[in-house]
């Protein structure tokens, strides 16, 4: 509507010849549209919107004494970053609460846990998330089934409940007092689709992998914590130059958050929110109202459906059609009852609802595209997504073409996830149908990236040099792990920014620098089009503008 009464008011000035003068111009740098206009020099930019693209010298004409220009100075800029998929809040909380990402060790995560335990009273919870057990450097002497136990944490904090999310999201580990608040023992049974890791006695190591997980449950945040957690991933986000995120399931106090931070005119990314899927009472809500599009001048939209097929990887959650390499008899989690995952499809489905569902193993891929093409006519426009679409066997990869189903991959998963994913899958599996992404493109489907922050950092420079380089962020190995697999530059680019819209129905609106799209717009210090390969990483966001208004400024 705002872009249709945008046109129109353009047709009756120019009719009358009255001069336009414009908010913004933006030139002197490399400009990278991603549409069928190549050769431009400039950008108007009016109302939020861009008004005209062409040569300084025909964009000088709109110019006024309140026009605001920018002065790119050699830099480059593209349309804005558009995080595929991500947890807003958890991005927030992260910043809160123990950011264990970058650690190396358990014994360093027991450090940060004591150094926390001196600051508040005893007795407080300390939760913190990002551990990876397969990333440490040192692994503990102690390992049941791949993951520490609790005894040492335990042992140097007694007296703080302690629960430390896995940077998956599918495992996390309780200290002693955690367990004891809750009863959990040896006498606790495993709840459907999840596991509580055991020693050989049957007692509890600490590690809840994904629906056991909700056996213990620290104190729910009040609403003020959501709004101090949203704000801080607000910030956070436009920092790394993102413009649009996919929030991948989000609940009533969610959304509150986002309504009440956008009517303060403190929300500057633009939110795509998926519902949870496994709250039937939220569906219900949305069902009655029907899909929310571009409420608060584009900021908030509420279409689609977010569901879990299976787990992660790293916990031996994702669900294999084979058994695990490194795990006789293990084949992963169906963490959501299929049947629900069928009736949850053709009820969202039904109210015009986008469906988008997690599935890492190639089990739980086959079974979301079983479920979808019940749900799929020839040639639909339902853009249905599998999330994640991390091991896909090769009878598989056509099917998204074919029914139209959109790839919402993590370029990153694979720089992290890779050098370890081999000891679950095997060399074969690896090869044929780990992050399959060249298979994916050529057989016709559309791919769209993120960094499933706070699985990782939000960072969209290591996603994308991971998306062309398929390398450590260490630069291993010299030629990418399967080379053949690399998506090209424009390629990676276009699934951060027009396929990130079209996967969201935006495509008329943003993801490319068109006239009468948002003016959404991310400046980078260099071209990561061009720039030789081992520099892609040294690229910094130099402006995050949304609306044509900035929100980020790192130029000096």
């Known amino acids: 509507m705002r872009i249709l009464l945008f046109t129109a008011i353009l047709i009756v000035l120019n009719s009358c010849n009255n001069k336009v003068e414009v908010d913004l111009i933006i030139f002197n740098g490399t400009i990278h549209t991603l549409s069928n206009v190549n050769e431009v020099e400039s950008i108007a930019v009016k109302d939020g919107l861009i008004y005209d693209l062409g040569s300084i010298q025909k964009i000088n004409k709109y110019k006024s004494e309140n026009t605001k220009i920018i002065d790119l100075n050699g830099s480059t800029i593209i349309p804005g970053f558009i995080e595929g998929h991500g947890h807003i809040m958890g991005v927030g909380y992260n910043e809160m609460n123990l950011d264990l990402l970058k650690t190396n060790s358990y014994d360093e995560i027991i450090d940060i846990v004591i150094n926390k335990s001196k600051s508040i009273e005893e007795g407080k919870w300390i ?142 990314l633009r939110l795509y929110i998926m519902l949870n899927g496994r709250n039937d009472s939220l569906l219900s809500y949305y069902y009655s109202k029907g899909p929310q599009i571009g409420l608060y001048d584009g900021h908030l939209t509420i279409r689609s459906i977010k569901l879990y097929a299976d787990g992660a990887l790293g916990s031996r959650g994702a669900w294999l059609i084979e058994d695990y390499s490194d795990q006789e008899g293990a084949h992963g989690h169906v963490v959501t009852p299929i049947e629900t995952l069928k009736k949850v499809t053709k009820e969202g489905a039904n109210y015009n609802f986008q469906i988008c569902t997690h599935a890492i193993g190639d089990m739980a891929n086959r079974e979301v595209l079983n479920i979808y093409e019940k749900n799929l006519t020839p040639n639909n426009n339902k853009r249905f997504r599998i999330e994640h679409s991390q091991h896909i066997d090769l009878e598989d990869i056509p099917r998204f073409s074919e029914l139209g189903v959109i790839a919402s991959i993590q370029g990153i998963h694979l720089s992290s996830d890779r050098p370890w994913a081999i000891n679950r899958l095997g060399k074969e599996r690896i ?71 079209y996967a969201a129905f935006e495509e008329n609106i943003k993801g490319s620098i068109e006239t009468g799209k948002l003016a959404d717009f991310t400046v980078l210090d260099q071209d990561i089009l061009t720039v030789e390969e081992d520099k892609i990483l040294d690229t910094k966001i130099l402006m995050t503008i949304i609306g044509g208004e900035i929100k980020f400024n790192n130029f000096k």
Not at 229 to 234: C, G, M, P, S, T
Not at 431 to 456: C, F, H, M, Q
Not at 495 to 500: K, V
């Open 431 to 501: 090869i044929d149908s780990a992050y399959p992404w060249r298979k994916l493109i050529e057989s016709g489907a559309v791919l769209v990236n993120g960094t499933d922050a706070p699985v990782e950092p939000i960072n969209p420079i290591e996603s994308f040099y991971a998306s062309v380089t398929r390398k450590t962020l260490e630069g291993q190995p010299d030629t990418g792990y399967e080379p053949e697999e690399k998506m090209t530059r424009i390629e990676a680019l276009e699934s951060y920014t027009i396929n990130g819209a």
């Open 127 to 268: 939760i913190g998330r990002g551990w990876h057990q397969d990333k440490w450097k040192d692994s503990p002497e102690k390992l049941i089934k791949g993951f520490p136990t609790h005894d040492k944490l335990s042992k140097a904090i007694p007296n703080h409940p302690v629960y430390l999310r896995h940077a998956s999201g599918h495992a996390s580990l309780a200290n002693a007092k955690a367990m004891e608040m809750f009863q959990v023992n040896k006498n606790s049974a495993d709840p459907d689709g999840g596991e509580i890791f055991r020693d050989i006695s049957g007692n509890p190591t600490g590690v809840f992998n994904e629906t056991a997980q909700g056996l213990i449950s620290p104190p729910n945040n009040t609403f003020e914590d959501h709004l101090k957690a949203l704000k801080l991933a607000n910030d956070h986000a436009i920092k790394n130059g993102i413009t649009s995120f996919h929030d991948a399931g989000s609940d009533f106090k969610d959304i509150q958050a986002y309504k009440t931070l956008a009517e303060n005119n403190e929300l500057d």
